[in-house]
């Protein structure tokens, strides 16, 4: 006999899913089969609200993973305990200044001190030392090595102009790891007096009251020569000149 309460729930279940779709007669068979239907329909139905209400991500199995990307062979690898590589610094450049006591422009006095001062204006300077370089009209006169660590400077007392010159000329180097720098200034070194000597033309005797004339310009200067024959003279300024007699002397020679 069959049971009228089994035959409800069978009668409600088979409107769910019918027993063509079910596969089979037997009544404990439908019921599970119909149970699992139900089952799943509610299932799907409490991952729609889960999905709607409380998250973004859809319930059910996750995606599986992707597999890893082999490594590419040409890839360079670089060490766990790799250090960083050095930045590259720049040749060291260097600009020259030149300060003299005295100076007009690129004129000046003998016996003046001249300061050279090597400026580091790119780079930096892994070579402990460096020349300065003095020369005379293209010779070298002076020279002298020095720290590149610091303010990088040389001084020297300029050379006095020879009795038998009027002026020279002076300029200067920088040496630095093979490269040398030429300062961008020539200066010109005038005595600081004139020594005016006045001999007889036949006697060859020293000639007392000899009037000589210096001009640098300004007008001339007048200078005579005393019991020697002979008149130290300073000069006003490290500029040309010009020497002349007074009348009634005549320079001859």
Known sequence: MQDPVASASLRALVELAPTASLGSDDLDDLLRVAG???FEKRLKVFERALTKYFSDVPLG???PDEPDVPDDPDDPVEPADAKPSPSIVPP???ELEAKVD???VDDCFEASMLRLRAKLVEG???TPKAT???LRDGAAVASGEVSTAGDVTFQWEIARVGDDEVAWTLEFRFRY???A???NRVLTVWPRTVRLEARHHRTDAPTKGFRFTVEQGDGPVAAETGDGGVVEHPLAKPAPFTVSSESPFVVRE
């Open 36 to 38: 699992e239907r139900v």
């Open 61 to 63: 199995p996750s995606k």
């Open 92 to 94: 060291a450049r260097w």
């Open 102 to 104: 005295d100076a007009v």
């Open 124 to 126: 930096k300077a892994l």
């Open 132 to 134: 300065f370089t003095v």
């Open 177 to 179: 790891e093979g490269d």
């Open 181 to 183: 720098y030429t300062g």
